[in-house]
């Protein structure tokens, strides 16, 4: 038991929640971090290859370096290009470009990054800014009392604080807690994703084609051997969910000949894979980001589709968007005001509805056969191919910069 009121406590210290510690240390913020998870075993993580990667935006890439982590990544994918195309049709879109060597830092559109290894980073740099990170904690109730929230853990301490930040992911214990309510829509598909080594090299370009069964995405990845990197991709391929479980299933061989064929041979023979895994694909979103006292942050608060490869990043921005309200509050002597979570709810649910919506909307899209939708679409990707304006427009959209314009991390 302690009779301390702490300024905040973050509960649950993944990507999301660990920025969002580290962006408010940086402020002067006494910050407490609990993790279920126990921290990461350094050897272990960095001798295995997670066959899943992040495609991080430009903001988050400045985000985790405006808060000391990007330095500890030890093993990341730049890309330079990305193409989208559909399979059954002539439109066709290239954003930036493709590169025969490591593109320079002003060129990249992006960094792939396998989960685990940015875990690992966002732990190190947390053992060193944040004072008070522990892992391995059981919460077992969150309880709201007289402007404060009582946090009682397994071990039997009891934390006062004033403000809580629920960052423990898309299962949000925190949400259930503050009683926010879920809205869930089921895509009724699955996502299969797997590492694939190609026979013909990446060129730093993400690739994506749009299948009649639904977007196969192959996203280039470090490789553990030098001589075969630039040869690995992850892949993400959204399925109706009983093509899921049915190709997950196949041996490597015909998992192989399958995807080299259902890829158009795009970087030619698909030579080896690793074990495939299918989850399945559903959007959610809370009904509320905020209560007195308490706010919600990235998978807590909103999941999205898999297909734009947001889901962290707009997570990123929700952290830096809610740091920035909150050191503003603190620079003037008050804290976690009500209306300063409101304003962060404010700017940052509508627009992740919107990419919600809009993803929700493109998935349908993409598996739909009906002809003049299919011609909609192609005549939509060559329009947005041969206009600079379109594309630039896009471009600044996945980089996700505007969102910091407000911010003290506008770049
Ligand atoms: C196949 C797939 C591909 C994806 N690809 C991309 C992509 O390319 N780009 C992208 O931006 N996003 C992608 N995403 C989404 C991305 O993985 C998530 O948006 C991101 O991990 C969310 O971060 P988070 O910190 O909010 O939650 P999490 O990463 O889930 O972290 C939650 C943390 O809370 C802790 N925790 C959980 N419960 C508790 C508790 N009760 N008490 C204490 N701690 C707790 C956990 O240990 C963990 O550390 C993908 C997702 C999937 C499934």
Known sequence: MTDQVLDVVIIGGGLVGGLTAL??????????V?????????????????????????????????????QHIARQMPYSGMQVWNKNGYGEIMFGQA???????????GSMVEPSIL???????????????????????IEQA?????????????????????????????????????????????????????????????????????????????SLTPEQNGHWQSIVWTLPEDYAEEYAQLDDAAFCKLLSLESQHMLGEVL?????????????????????????????????????????????????????ALLRDAERGVWAHVQTLRRYEHSRKGQNEAMMHSMSALGWLETTQLTPVVWARNFGLK????SAWAKDLFMQQAAGLNSLKNTRYAI
């Not at 590169?99 to 559109?109: A, C, D, Y």
């Not at 402007?147 to 853990?153: D, Q, T």
């Not at 329009?383 to 041969?386: H, L, T």
């Open 383 to 386: 329009q947005v191919e041969q």
């Open 119 to 141: 875990n690992l980073a966002i732990q190190s740099q947390m053992q060193s800014a944040v004072q008070d990170y522990r892992t391995q904690v059981k919460v077992l109730r």
């Open 146 to 222: 007289n402007e404060v929230w009582f946090i009682h853990l397994a071990d039997g301490t009891k934390l006062t604080t004033k403000l809580v930040i629920g960052a423990d992911g898309a299962n949000s214990f925190v949400r259930e807690q503050a009683f926010i309510d879920l809205d869930v829509l089921d895509y009724k598909q699955a996502g299969l994703s797997c590492a694939i080594r190609t026979q013909k090299p990446h060129q730093y370009v993400a690739r994506q084609i749009f299948l009649e069964t639904g977007p196969l995405a192959y996203l280039p990845m470090a």
């Open 34 to 70: 609990l993790d279920a998870a126990p921290v990461l075993d350094a050897k272990q993580v960095l001798a295995q290859a997670n066959s899943r990667v992040l495609a991080l935006s430009q903001a988050s890439i400045h985000l985790l370096k405006t808060a000391g982590v990007w």
């Open 272 to 324: 080896e894979a690793t074990p495939r895994a299918t989850f399945p694909l559903k959007a959610r979103a809370a009904q509320t980001y905020v209560r007195d006292g308490l706010a919600l942050i990235g998978d807590a608060a909103h999941v999205i589709h898999p297909l734009a490869g947001q889901g962290v990043n707009i997570g990123c921005l929700d952290a830096a968007v809610l740091c920035d």
């Open 99 to 109: 590169s025969t060597r490591t593109p320079w830092q002003e060129h990249i559109l």
């Open 23 to 32: 962006l408010l240390a940086q402020g002067g913020v006494q910050v407490t």
